[in-house]
């Protein structure tokens, strides 16, 4: 099963719909709000809305054929990339690698027959800061400080 209901919460914007795989910048983009980021030098004026937290959510219906099982699995695939997931708002995992699947056995969690999930997106940029062991340096002039350091 497919999620596809999502919605995106990021700083002066709410409960903006959008389709994954997708980004903060993509959904934006989408909905008007910001011209394209890969245009001209567009991104480096963008670059400043990293600093904002950035939530995506969705409900499921779960049918009862699922519900019936032993385990229900929900995978991520690609959480790009400091993200807290939460489902019928439990914390089941703080991640921090884009470069991986995280499956997690949910049977527990399910309510109603519905799964709430929240993924709350850490700004990249507060995240790198904090990485003050770290000398933040880019191989290449155009990246933004500390990005090779994530992922």
């Not at 990293?50 to 409900?59: I, K, L, P, Q």
């Not at 779960?62 to 807290?84: K, S, W, Y």
């Not at 019928?88 to 949910?106: C, F, K, P, Q, W």
Request: net charge negative; aromatic share 10%.
């Amino acid at each position: 099963m497919i999620i596809s209901n999502w919605k995106m919460d990021t700083v002066g914007h709410k409960g903006l719909e959008c389709v994954v795989p997708c980004s903060m910048y993509s959904v934006l983009y989408e909905n008007g709000l910001i011209p394209h980021p890969y245009y001209g030098t567009n991104e480096k004026g963008l670059t400043a809305l990293s600093r904002n937290e950035t939530t995506f959510y969705t409900e499921v219906q779960i049918p009862d054929e699922i519900c019936a099982r032993e385990f229900v699995e929900l995978t991520f695939e690609g959480l790009d990339t400091v993200c807290d997931i939460f489902v019928n708002g439990t914390l089941i995992d703080s991640v921090e690698n884009m470069h991986r699947a995280y499956t997690y056995d949910v049977k527990n969690l399910i309510k109603d027959k519905k799964l709430g999930i929240r993924l709350e997106f850490k700004s990249p940029l507060e995240y790198f800061e904090k990485w003050d062991k770290i000398q933040h340096t880019c191989t290449d002039t155009s990246c933004t400080q500390g990005a090779i350091h994530l992922r």
